[in-house]
C-alpha cells in the first residue's frame, strides 16, 4: 500500500496543489468585506462575516492537523466562548479542570452562571474519577496550564460519554502536533493560536475543531451572528506560523525537557514539573497520550524575591506572561492568582539553542547565590 505524508507535509504542500499557472505560491490576503453578487446567493463568498477565502485556507490547514473541521476565532478564549454559547443551555451543568486557564472559570462564573448555568470544577490530576453525573460538558485542559498535571483523555472521555456529557479539551499547551484529543475521544478541541500555532506572539487567534457536523454547523452559525471573526491579516499570520511550527515545536520541547533535567539537578531549584521527565507525577500518563511534552515548564525557588531576581538576572528569559513564543520568557503565576507558591515560576521556551538557555539558567541560579 501507497503511504500517505504526514499532515505537516500535507499542510505544507496545502496550497501548491490547487494552483494555476501564474498563481502566487504565498497566500494572498483577501482584505475584502464585500464580493461581488449578483442575482441571488449561490453558496459564493458574498460578505466577510459568512465567510473569506484567507480565513477558510487556514481552517483547512488547521484541519489537516486536527484530522477534523475547525473554525477560527479572533482569540482562544473567543474559541472557547463561541463552544460554551452553542453548548449550554439554563439547568445545564459544567465540569471544569479547577488548575488550567484561570479565565475560562471567571467567564463561566461572571457569564453563564448568572443565566443558570451551574459550574464545577475538578483538578486536572482527577479529572479520570471525577462524578460527572448530569453534565452536560466537561472541558480539561493537560497537561495544565501553569500546574503541567495531566489526565488520561480516552479515560475521560469514556466516564463523559457514560454521564451523557461533551468532553471539551483545551489542547494549547500540546499543539496537535505533540497530542491528538479528538482521536483519544474527546468531542471537541480547541486551542489559543496566539502561542505555539502562530508562534511568534504577534497575533491573538484561536480554534474549534471538531469531527461532529452538526456541532460544527452550529458553531459556525454561532460564530457568523455572534461576528468574532478572525480578520483575513490575521489569519495569514497564522499561516505564516503554521509554516515552520513542527520546527518550533520539536526545538522549544526539546529545550524544554534539557532545562527540566538542567532545574531537577540543581541544588536552589525546589521542585520542578515537566511532563517529559521520567520522575514527573504525570509522565506515566502522558508518555502513554503524548508524542512530546510541550514547551513549558514549572518549578519552584525558596520565594517570590528569588523568583523573581531569576527571571531579571536571566539574559535568556523575556519577563512576560503567555507561552509558544520564539523567545523564552517567565513569569511568576502568583501574580495572576493561580493557585501556586510564591516562588512558583513558569517557564515557556523558545527557540533558542538549547546549551544557551542552559548556561543563561545557570548565570542566574549562580548570581542569586546558594538559597
Ligand atoms: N487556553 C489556554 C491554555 C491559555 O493559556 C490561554 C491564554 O493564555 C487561552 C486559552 C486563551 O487564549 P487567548 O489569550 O488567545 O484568548
Redesign the pocket.
Known amino acids: 500500500m501507497t503511504k500517505k505524508p504526514s499532515a505537516v507535509s500535507e499542510l505544507l504542500h496545502h496550497r501548491a496543489r490547487s494552483l494555476s499557472k501564474g498563481d502566487p505560491i504565498s497566500l494572498p490576503i483577501m482584505a475584502s468585506t464585500t464580493f461581488l453578487l449578483p442575482g441571488d446567493p449561490d453558496g459564493s463568498h458574498f460578505y466577510g462575516r459568512n465567510g473569506n477565502p484567507t480565513v477558510e485556507t487556514v481552517e483547512a490547514e488547521i484541519g489537516l492537523l486536527e484530522n477534523a473541521e475547525t473554525v477560527l476565532f479572533p482569540?482562544?478564549?473567543?474559541a472557547?466562548a463561541a463552544v460554551f454559547h452553542t453548548v449550554l443551555r439554563p439547568g445545564d451543568k459544567v465540569l471544569v479542570h479547577a488548575d488550567?486557564?484561570y479565565?475560562?472559570r471567571a467567564l463561566l462564573n461572571e457569564y453563564f452562571v448568572p443565566r443558570g448555568v451551574a459550574v464545577e470544577t475538578c483538578p486536572t490530576a482527577d479529572m479520570a474519577e471525577a462524578d460527572m453525573s448530569g453534565c452536560r460538558l466537561v472541558m480539561i485542559?493537560t497537561p495544565s496550564?501553569p500546574g503541567l498535571d495531566v489526565c488520561d483523555i480516552a479515560a475521560v472521555a469514556d466516564r463523559a460519554k457514560s454521564a451523557g456529557a461533551l468532553l471539551v479539551a483545551?489542547n494549547?499547551?500540546a499543539t496537535p502536533l505533540c497530542q491528538q484529543p479528538l482521536d483519544l475521544g474527546a468531542d471537541i478541541v480547541l486551542m489559543?493560536d496566539?502561542?505555539a500555532m502562530a508562534g511568534h506572539s504577534d497575533v491573538?487567534?484561536?480554534h474549534v475543531a471538531s469531527r461532529d457536523t452538526s456541532l460544527m454547523n452550529q458553531v459556525r452559525g454561532y460564530r457568523r451572528l455572534g461576528g468574532a471573526i478572525v480578520s483575513p491579516f490575521d489569519a495569514y499570520l497564522l499561516h505564516r506560523g503554521l509554516e515552520t511550527l513542527e520546527l518550533r515545536v520539536s526545538r522549544a520541547n526539546q529545550n524544554a525537557l534539557t532545562l527540566a533535567n538542567f532545574l531537577s539537578s540543581h541544588p536552589s531549584v525546589q521542585s520542578v514539573r515537566y511532563p517529559g521527565l521520567p520522575r514527573d507525577a504525570s509522565h506515566a500518563v502522558a508518555a502513554r497520550q503524548m508524542r512530546d511534552f510541550g514547551p513549558i515548564v514549572s518549578f519552584t525557588l525558596k520565594d517570590r524575591e528569588t523568583a523573581e531576581k531569576f527571571i531579571s538576572n536571566n539574559a535568556l528569559i523575556v519577563p512576560a506572561t503567555?507561552f509558544g513564543g520564539v523567545h523564552t520568557s517567565a513569569e511568576c503565576r502568583v501574580r495572576w492568582g493561580d493557585q501556586v507558591t510564591d516562588g512558583f515560576i513558569r517557564l515557556a521556551c523558545g527557540i533558542e539553542p538549547s546549551e544557551d538557555l542552559v548556561m543563561s539558567a545557570e548565570n542566574a541560579l549562580r548570581e542569586i547565590g546558594p538559597v
Open positions: 482569540s482562544g478564549m473567543a472557547i488550567g486557564y479565565n475560562v485542559e496550564n483545551d494549547t499547551t489559543a496566539t502561542k491573538l487567534c484561536g503567555s
